[in-house]
C-alpha cells in the first residue's frame, strides 16, 4: 500500500471510529456540554432544541448552572466539585428550568485528564435511569457534619488541599439569636432555612463535604480560596430575609480563619483547629484567632492547665463509657460491643485523647481505660457473654513499659481473655511494626483478639496488614460516607476485603448509617458493620435487631 493509501485508510478508521463513539454516546443520551473552569459553556452538541428549546450554537458562552432549576444547582455543583479524573459521576435528576421547557432531565458528569473542562451528559429519563438517580439521590441528600465528624472529615480535606498544592480557609458563621429566631420563625420554616444552608454550604465547601453545624446556628465550612466570605454571607442573609415572613431577616456574622498549610504538619493542624472551633463554640466569631498558625500557638500556651486536668482524668478515672454494638451484617447478630471513652466536663473525647498523646500520657490513660473495662467485665457484666472492645493507642502499644503492665493486669483476670478485643487506633502513628506485632502475637497467644481501626483502604496501608497479625480491621468512617457515589473507593474496598478473606481477618465498616451503605459494604465482601444504623453509642449495651429500620418498600 502507498502512503497515499495508507494516509487515506487512516483517515476513514479514524472518522469511522468517531461516528461508532457519536452513536455510541447518542444511544445513551441526548445532549452533551463542555464547560468550562468558569462555568461557561463552551460547547453543546445534540439534541439541545428538544431538552431546551434552543439549538446548541445559542447555548454556547451562556453559564451552564443557568439550564437547571434553582433548587437543583447545589446538586450540580457538588458534583463538578467532586469529580474524579475518568470516572463519571451521576445520574441525577434535574429540572431545565420553566423557561427552556421545565422538563426532568436525567445527567451524568466525566472530568477528563489533561482538561479544565468537566463534560455533562443530558438525556431524557427512563425507569431504569431513574431509579439510578433516585440511588444516587439518596446518597447526595446533603447534612451538615457534626463537630467531632468534621474535625475528622478536615483533616482530610486539609491532606487533599496539601496534595493538590492549594490554600484552603475556614469560614465561620453564627446566627445571632437562633434559638430565639427559631422559635419565632416555627419549626418546619426553620428546618426549610436549616436545608438551604446546608446545601449552600456543601456546595461551597473544598471537596463537598466539609462543612458543619457546630452548634445550634453556628456553623464552619472550609473552602478554597475562590469562595469569598463575604459572598457567603450575604447568601445566607438573602436567604434568611426569604425566610422571615417580615421580610427583614436575621443578622450573620462571619470569620474567616486562614489554613496556612504549609506552615504546620498534619498534626499540628488538626491541634489548631480543635482549638479554633472550640473557641468559636465558645465566642462565636469574636475569637481572637486569624490563622491555623495563631490558633496553634494559643493551644500550645493553653497546655499548662490542660495537663494538670488530663492527669487528674486519669488518675481519678473521671471519664464514662458508652457502648456501640458490632454487628454481622449478614445475619444481623451481635459480634461485639465496642467501649467508648467519654470525658466528663468541657472538650470533647476526641481532643482530650490527642492532647494526652501529645504530652506523652497516652499510655497512663490506655491503662486506666483498662482497669475500669476489667472491673465492668468482672462485676457489673459478669452474667453474660458478650464480647468487648477498648481501644488502645497506636503510641501506646508501641511502650515497652505500657505493654508490660498491661500484660501483668490481664493475667491476674485469664479468664476475660475471651471477652475483651483490643482495637488499635492511630495506626498511622505506628512505626515500630516489629514491636507492636510481637506484642499482638503475645495478646493473641493469651486468647485475646486484636482490632486495627482507622483503617484506610488505601495502598499506604496494605503494609500493616502485611505486618501486623490482626483478626480484625475497621475500615475508616470516611469510605462508608462515600461509597455510594465514589467507584475508585468500592474497587478500593473490594479489593482489601477479598485480601484479608484469604488472610481470614474480618473486616468491619464504621459509620453504617443507611440500608443502602450496609447493602453496598455487603456487596464488596465486608461481613461486619458498626453505626447508627444498627445502634448509637449508650451508657449500657444495647442490641435490637427489631428497632433496626425496614428496608424502603
Known sequence: MQPHDRTMA?????????????????????????????????????????????????????????????????TLVRMRKRAKEAERCGPFHVRIQDVYG???????????????????????????????????????????????????????????????????????????????????L?????????????????????????????????????????????TLRNKLESLARQSDPTGEGFSIESKTVSADLQSLSERETTKALIYTINEFERKGTALNIETLNSGFKAYVSANAQKIHQFKTVVEQLSFNFEFQPIVDMETT??????IVSRFKGEG??????????????????????????????????ANNRMRFAMNLSGQSIQNEQFFKTLTAK?????????????EITESTMITELEMVNSFIRILQSKGYQVCLDDFGAGAGSLQYIQQLDVDFIKIDGQYTRKILGAHRDQVLVKNLSQMCRDLDIRVIAEQIETQEQKDQMLSLGVQMGQGYYYGYPLSKPQFDPEKIPAPAP
Open 10 to 74: 487512516d483517515t476513514k478508521d479514524i472518522k469511522a471510529q468517531r461516528d461508532r463513539f457519536l452513536a455510541f454516546s447518542f444511544a445513551s443520551s441526548d445532549l452533551f456540554l463542555e464547560v468550562a473552569e468558569d462555568g461557561g459553556i463552551v460547547y453543546a452538541l445534540g439534541a439541545a432544541k428538544s431538552i431546551t428549546g434552543i439549538d446548541p450554537a445559542s447555548l454556547s458562552g451562556g453559564e451552564w448552572l443557568d439550564m437547571f432549576n434553582e433548587k437543583d444547582r447545589p
Open 186 to 230: 416555627g419549626d418546619e420554616i426553620w428546618r426549610q432555612f436549616t436545608q438551604a444552608v446546608t446545601d449552600i454550604l456543601s456546595s461551597n465547601s473544598f471537596d463537598g463535604y466539609a462543612a458543619a453545624a457546630i452548634d445550634d446556628g453556628r456553623y464552619s465550612v472550609i473552602h478554597d480560596k475562590t469562595v469569598d466570605s463575604d
Open 333 to 338: 447478630t451481635l459480634s461485639h460491643f465496642e
Open 410 to 422: 490481664l493475667d491476674m483476670n485469664p479468664q476475660l481473655a475471651q471477652r475483651m478485643i483490643f
Open 102 to 184: 421545565g422538563r426532568d432531565v436525567i445527567v451524568n458528569g466525566i472530568k477528563m485528564p489533561d482538561s479544565d473542562s468537566f463534560y455533562l451528559t443530558v438525556g431524557f429519563p427512563n425507569e431504569m435511569l431513574m431509579k439510578l438517580a433516585e440511588i444516587t439521590g439518596e446518597y447526595e441528600s446533603q447534612t451538615l457534619l457534626d463537630k467531632d465528624t468534621f474535625l475528622y472529615s478536615a483533616v482530610e480535606a486539609f491532606n487533599l488541599a496539601r496534595s493538590l498544592g492549594e490554600d484552603v480557609d475556614i469560614t465561620l458563621l453564627d446566627i445571632n439569636g437562633a434559638g430565639q429566631i427559631k422559635e419565632t
Open 348 to 381: 470533647s473525647t476526641q481532643e482530650w485523647i490527642i492532647f494526652g498523646e501529645d504530652i506523652g500520657m497516652a499510655a497512663d490513660f490506655d491503662i486506666a481505660v483498662c482497669e475500669r473495662v476489667i472491673n465492668y467485665l468482672l462485676y457489673k457484666a
